[in-house]
């Protein structure tokens, strides 16, 4: 069991999905909430071997994309500094801001280092006493306990050089958004299964009971997507608005205790703007008061910066699944991930990044 | 950033008061954190994100869906017991 090579056999997957063509009778609409989900259900073309009745629709669950435009604002403001050394995971570096991107502020002489783990920047504050380390916390519910270990580490650790910049948004928020839409259309979701993974699934009964939509703890390679589908497929065909967990090898119902346990510890709900979608309330994660010395916001007075989004740009309606990445009309000219124009062609999990590299257009 | 992938523990040894591990991804190795699955130990087999393992994989759970799964495809009847060989894509890791 290597828990990656299983999980890719064609012959499987091939078996699966001819059962989700014997099982579906109607047409659905189904969300996968993750960008990584997005990216293997297009790169392994699984939505074009479904049958015609299941529309998958792509939702907001890239955190490189959803990050407001006013945090990249900040987190160029703050990166321009000359003592600063700003740490970043890769994905952030090349989304546009208002004007520029961190990428051209590296250009400029301004020290941006992409770094694997927030753990990595911790220990450049310790290598570098006389720098600012400022490390951009972005993400879902997977990044949180990383990004809060990391703060912790360093107070133990007795560093004052590091801080980070918030930008924590969380799922359960997103979909209930998603479902209250005027416009939705969904009817059933894949849950992110690394998501689950930290935080379980006990968050989605009460958002399951109020939608009566179906939810599927989904995992990530083509076989676990194609279980998710299935799964999905049947409690909607049969009209059960219950969630299951096909992502059974990774994910408990009350998921990761210790992970939460500390994002409590140094986080506390709040309401985020999402990009292209604007405010959900409580809908993400802040530094709490005790934390406040290692809050990048408050440390280089940027609070009050804010940011209009470029008009051309649909990405908002592309993360909400109301509209397909080619029914852009900038898509593939205008915006291609060599000059994106929003964050969803920018980042390697963004829907529309996922349309250009691998051109499978279904319409 | 955004993906977890699965890995396996090879070492254990504490750094700065964390527990570190070195991980094997099919070869290539990276160090995780493992402060949130304590009880991991060498030889298992993590959900590692971003540094970090997130999420102890379970081999019994493993083995019950892709038994169900062959059940599904009725793979054993039409192929026999042999699976595995023909992934859609190699291995990346």
Redesign the interface.
Known sequence: ??????Y?????????I??IHRSVTRSWTIMEI???QTHAIVR?GINQLLPPEIELVHGPG???CVTPLELIDKALAIASHPDVIFCS???MLRVPGSGRDLFSVKAQGGDVRVV?????AVKLAKANPDKQVVFFAI?FE??A??NV?SVV?AK??GLTNYSILVSHVRVPPAVSAVLSGPSNRVQAFLLA??VC??MGYHEYPPLIEQFRAPMVVTG?E??DIV?GI?ETVRLLEAGKAEVFN?Y????TFDG?K??QK?INTVFEGCDRKWRGIGVIPMSGWQLRAEFDAFDAEKRFQVETITADESPLCIAGQILQGLKKPHECSAFGSKCTPEHPLGATMVS??GACAAYFRYGRVTT | ????V?GKIVEIKES???QMAKVDF?GIF????L????EAKVGD?C?I????A??L???S??????DL??Q????DEE?GPE??Q????P?Q?
């Not at chain 1, 694997?116 to 990595?120: I, T």
């Open positions: 069991m290597k828990y990656v090579t299983e890719r056999d064609a012959t499987l997957v091939k078996g699966v001819e059962e993750c960008g990584g392994h890239c955190p490189v995971y890769g994905d694997y783990s927030p753990l990595d993400g997977t990044t306990p990383p270990m580490q133990n650790l299964g690394h993974a930290v990530f083509p076989l279980q299935l096909a059974q090898r990774a994910v990761n210790p992970a500390m390697s999990e | 950033m955004c993906l977890a699965p700065d008061g964390l099919g990276r160090e995780a954190c402060d949130y699955v304590p087999y959900v994100h971003v540094g970090f997130i999420s994989l379970s081999e759970e493993a083995m019950e869906t892709l799964l062959k599904i495809s009725n793979i192929l699976v595995g023909d992934a859609i894509l291995p890791w």
